[in-house]
């Protein structure tokens, strides 16, 4: 099996290039296709590729655990629920904030992730392990904090009050959604492929309902979603499907045999690369902030993964007795050289 550190890895060179592309496939600076095709194509294709695996793991000589009881199976929807309410949220807080005050709320939800982490998985972090979460949220604010003379420097806190219970709101959301995924993917010992293919299953239904809703609100204006499915796509608009799909692939795998937070520094680090990358493909102008941030998340990587014999000087310990006790009847111990010592 695949070591998670890999899997991380691999979650942050794709999840940094998905906005990369998803801006590559605009054409004059707008989407010519739909774009709320692209969840729901990239759901399909991760329901496609985890049955696939699912057919291939059944056919092994040890056959998958599969739990079919609908006690088990209902939970599964509520993912997807939840992502439904949260993206409604993101609108909704958008239109009370502007996109850069958006964006440095969102690093609420690796805060407000540690916190449910520890609520409802009951996982204990250390000390040192609150302060890295913490520094990692700091490292990403500073990243994307723009100098005073960018933009008014007093920017960030004049929305209104709406505006930042939403984005508190979303950041818990979002959190919610990634610890309860977790939950679901380490209660039994289900296949992988077997829990994909019901979170997916109900994934793709939901977006369906979305584009049908969406039908709906314009008046099919544009006809049903299912006629005009790939319209405008191009071969950038195949590999953001793609791109989106494997890396929900690479997330489910870490919720399995990693944890959120593994799956929150994956995502904190690729939104990094994303800044670094942005400065060579568009002309982006790195700050001080940038290079800021990107030293506060490595030294909060450090503090969270290496262990604490790396990030302190633990006192020695004691070099063993050359006294070794001897046992006795009863429960008495004693040394030899107590043995020797004269009675008074």
Same mark, same amino acid.
């Given at each position: 099996?695949?070591q ?16 990369i ?11 010519k ?25 059944? !056919?092994?000589?040890?056959?998958p ?5 609908w ?24 239109? &009370? ?10 690093n609420?939800?690796?805060v407000?992730t540690?916190?449910?982490? !520890? ?24 990243s ?20 930042? %219970? ?5 950041a ?16 039994n010992?289900?296949s ?8 997916y ?5 939901f977006?369906?309902?979305?584009l ?6 314009t008046? &099919?204006?544009?006809?049903p ?42 995502t ?7 800044m ?14 940038l &290079? ?19 990030? %302190?000087d633990?006192p ?12 006795v009847?009863?429960? !008495? !111990? ?11």
């Amino acid at each position: 099996m695949m070591q998670w550190y890999v899997v991380a890895a691999l979650l942050t060179i794709l999840t940094s290039s998905q906005g990369i592309l998803t801006t590559l496939s605009q054409s004059n600076g707008a989407y010519k296709y739909d774009y709320a095709t692209v969840p729901f194509l990239a759901e399909i294709f991760k329901l496609m590729v985890s049955s696939f695996l699912l057919w291939k793991e059944s !056919r092994s000589s040890s056959p998958p655990k599969i739990t079919t009881e609908w006690r088990s199976v209902r939970l599964y929807p509520i993912p997807s629920i939840i992502y439904l309410i949260h993206n409604n949220v993101q609108f909704a807080t958008l239109t &009370f904030v502007d996109t850069s005050t958006y964006q440095i709320m969102g690093n609420l939800k690796i805060v407000t992730t540690g916190i449910l982490f !520890r609520l409802f998985l009951k996982r204990k972090l250390s000390n040192l392990q609150w302060m890295a979460i913490v520094l990692l949220a700091i490292g990403t604010t500073t990243s994307q904090v723009k100098g005073c003379g960018e933009a008014p420097c007093d920017s960030l806190f004049s929305s209104p009050i709406q505006g930042y %219970m939403l984005g508190i709101l979303s950041a818990c959301l979002s959190a919610l959604a990634g610890v309860y995924t977790e939950f679901l993917m380490k209660k039994n010992n289900d296949s992988l492929y077997w829990q994909n293919a019901q979170l997916y299953t109900f994934g793709s239904l939901f977006n369906i309902a979305k584009l049908v809703f969406d039908d709906f609100r314009t008046g &099919f204006e544009n006809g049903p979603w299912w006629q005009r499915l790939f319209d405008g796509y191009t071969i950038i608009t195949f590999m953001v499907v793609l791109n989106l799909g494997s890396t929900g692939l690479l997330v489910s795998w870490l919720m399995k045999y990693a944890d959120n937070i593994v799956k929150v520094y994956s995502t904190s680090m690729a939104m990094l690369l994303t800044m670094v990358i942005s400065v060579f493909l568009f002309g982006f102008r790195p700050t001080l902030q940038l &290079f800021l941030g990107i030293f506060i998340c490595m030294m909060s990587l450090h503090m969270y993964f290496a262990p604490p014999s790396m990030l %302190m000087d633990l006192p020695k310990a004691a070099p063993p007795s050359s006294h070794h006790p001897v046992e006795v009847s009863g429960d !008495r !111990r004693f040394s030899p050289d107590a043995a020797r010592e004269p009675h008074s």
